[in-house]
């Protein structure tokens, strides 16, 4: 049985404003007040686990830890089967320190090169950590392809780049309300709602 959420305020564990702004319209309808790592001043861990469970575990445990208060951390990212599951927990790292994702997306399709299997999925790993070491994890996944060259400006990361199954569009040309309901953090969300807050 998992650890309930109380009321109270909680920490988004995490420095990103794309996944910062995602998280704050999900949590929306909970009427919990929320706060960031960045805005409580604690600083961003290194990221030097080998899943996104243990990443998304140890961004939560510091922030809980730093500020006493719950945390929700959020690891993410882009697996390509043809890659061998790259970039996967390496996602943010392929954009290098300018967080240039044209450039990240550049070298995904680069290393397809020409190669027909153009499968992707995204993964969100949720961790919520209590000050006292307590964490659950819950995991959720969205299937699709890839297109090239990129296509729209809404969104971030690779979404420009990235085609759920099933739709035409790409995360990055959809309305950001169609992406929540039918994106890996929005599944890996609902669950953590089920579990932990509904
Ligand atoms: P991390 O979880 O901070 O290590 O970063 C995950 C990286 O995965 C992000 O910087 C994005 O590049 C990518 N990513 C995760 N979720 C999404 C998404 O919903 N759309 C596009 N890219 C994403």
């Not at 043809?82 to 390496?90: F, Q, S």
């Not at 759920?164 to 669950?191: C, W």
Request: with cysteine.
């Amino acid at each position: 049985m998992a650890r309930r959420l109380g009321p109270g305020r909680l920490v988004i564990a995490s420095h990103n404003p794309g996944k910062l702004r995602e998280i704050a319209e999900l949590l929306g309808p909970f009427r919990i007040e929320t706060t960031s790592a960045g805005a409580l001043g604690l600083p961003e861990p290194e990221e030097t686990g080998d899943s996104f469970e243990a990443n998304a575990a140890l961004k939560a445990h510091a922030s809980a830890q730093g500020s006493g208060l719950p945390a929700l951390a959020d690891d993410s990212g882009l697996v390509v089967p043809a890659l061998g599951g790259d970039p996967g927990i390496y996602s943010a790292r392929w954009a290098g320190p300018g967080k240039d994702f044209a450039l990240a997306m550049r070298k995904v399709e680069d290393g397809l090169a020409g190669n027909t299997d153009r499968r992707a999925h995204f993964v969100a790993v949720l961790a919520l950590a209590w000050p006292d070491g307590h964490c659950e994890c819950f995991r959720g996944e969205a299937h699709g392809r890839l297109v090239w060259p990129p296509r729209g400006s809404r969104g971030f990361g690779y979404d420009p780049m990235f085609v759920h199954d099933g739709q035409s569009l790409t995360y990055g040309e959809m309305d950001p309300q169609a992406k929540h309901a039918m994106s890996h953090r929005a599944v890996a969300f609902a669950k953590l709602v089920e579990a932990c807050l509904a």
